[in-house]
């Protein structure tokens, strides 16, 4: 009789040890991807869309693209380096007003990386510690990281403030 009663307790832990492995507990557990959100600088809490923005990475094996410059955006990934704890980023303005100007801003994160772990199933996590944040001030005024760091929760972690035209009427 005790063997009976033994059995469905050992196929519940079977069952919750096979459920905590799942893929879905990855994906509840995101990277820790930097989302940026782009504001604008005399109205800090005002989010704005930069036009034709070309953003791409400085010195990271296979440098690429994140922002091809052929719409409009408001925010945008930029994954940091882990072999490195810098990664630089270069902002590069295609809107035909200012295009014929080659104006760029350059944005360099200086950071601390922690590897955090997650789960068997997941594996690790970092946890960025941002030590301090350089930029170029052509039409970016300032870029901060309210947290002070960037978790693998999904929100976004950096604001960028660009200097924007106000086109409200007078």
């Known amino acids: 009789m005790k063997s009976l009663l033994t059995l469905p307790l050992i196929w519940f832990v079977l069952l919750a040890i ?15 991807l930097p ?7 005399s109205k800090p809490e ?5 036009d034709s923005l070309e953003v ?8 690429s693209l ?27 303005y295609l809107h035909k007003e200012i295009a014929k100007y080659d104006i760029t801003d350059t944005v360099t994160f200086i950071y601390s ?4 772990f997650v789960s068997s199933a997941c594996g690790v996590s970092y946890v960025f510690g941002m030590d301090s944040i350089r930029c170029s001030t052509n039409l970016i005024d300032s870029v901060t990281c309210p947290a002070g760091e960037i978790t693998n929760m999904d929100t976004e972690n950096l604001h960028i403030y660009f200097r924007v035209a106000d086109n409200s009427p007078s």
């Open 56 to 63: 791409y990475g400085i010195g990271a094996p296979g440098d």
């Open 35 to 41: 989302l940026a959100g782009f504001y604008n600088s």
């Open 113 to 116: 990386r922690q590897a955090r």
């Open 66 to 92: 994140l922002s091809p410059g052929t719409s409009a955006v408001n925010e945008l990934y930029l994954p940091f380096r882990l072999d490195r704890d810098t990664t630089r980023y270069v902002f590069r």
């Open 46 to 50: 005002t989010k704005v869309s930069i």
């Open 18 to 32: 096979a459920w905590g492995c799942s893929s879905d507990e990855c994906l509840q557990n995101r990277n820790a």
